[in-house]
Each structure stands twice: as structure tokens, then as C-alpha cells.
């Protein structure tokens, strides 16, 4: 059973940063991939990034890229999400999750483990 608790949301302008992080705890996620979804009001649960168990291969929604960076730190048993040049359509409650295996997923179906969310909310 792998645990998994979101931070680092908040309110920010439109064009700050945030950096989410995803603390696992239960068991090492060395052995899972991992992912970041988020869901808008009235809106589905979306994907948004997602990295494989060694860290060496990410994949981005379209919207996303080239403003937001997946990355982990298997020692510290994190994974991180740098957001930059953040857009009011960001606005979202952020999860992550976690599927066993090597190999990145996209989709939500494909993950075992998932956070409780944090906030992020971008005022224009």
C-alpha cells in the first residue's frame, strides 16, 4: 500500500510559479511510475504529467509543456511538479498518483495510488 500526500498549492497571479510536491510513504516508489492529474470545477479529471520509476522519460499534456516540469527524487520518496508562467485555466485541484511498474501512464485507470489533491488557483 503506497500513501501518497500532495502540497504545495495555493493562490497565486497569473505568470508566478508553484512547486507541488507528492510525499509517498508505505512503501519506496522506486518501483512505481508516477503521475500528476487535476480536475477543474465541473470538469473531469484530466492528465497532466506523468514519469517513469528511474525518472529518465516524462510525458506532458499539450497545454502544458514547455510550463511544467515533472521530476522525482527516489531517495527522498517525492515526486515534484515545477509550475511556471501559471495560467488562470490552470486552476485545478492537482493529484498524484502512482501505477506499479517502470513505464509512464497516461491514463487514469492505469494508477493504484492517489492523493488526496491540493489547490491551485490562478487569478488573472
Known amino acids: 500500500q503506497v500513501q501518497l500526500v500532495e502540497s504545495g498549492g495555493g493562490l497565486v497571479q497569473a505568470g508566478g510559479s508553484l512547486r507541488l510536491s507528492c510525499a509517498a510513504s508505505g512503501r519506496t516508489i522506486s518501483t512505481y511510475a508516477m503521475g500528476w492529474f487535476r480536475q477543474a470545477p465541473g470538469k473531469e479529471r484530466e492528465f497532466v504529467a506523468a514519469?517513469?520509476?528511474?525518472?529518465?522519460?516524462?510525458s506532458y499534456t499539450d497545454s502544458v509543456k514547455g510550463r511544467f516540469t515533472i521530476s522525482r527524487d527516489n531517495n527522498k520518496n517525492t515526486m515534484y511538479l515545477q509550475i511556471d508562467n501559471l495560467k488562470p485555466e490552470d486552476t485545478a485541484v492537482y493529484y498524484c498518483?502512482?501505477?506499479?511498474?517502470?513505464?509512464?501512464?497516461?491514463?487514469?485507470?492505469?494508477?493504484?495510488?492517489w492523493g488526496q489533491g491540493t489547490q491551485v488557483t490562478v487569478s488573472s
Open positions: 498518483a502512482a501505477a506499479m511498474g517502470i513505464t509512464y501512464r497516461l491514463k487514469r485507470g492505469e494508477y493504484d495510488y
Open positions: 514519469i517513469s520509476s528511474t525518472g529518465l522519460s516524462t
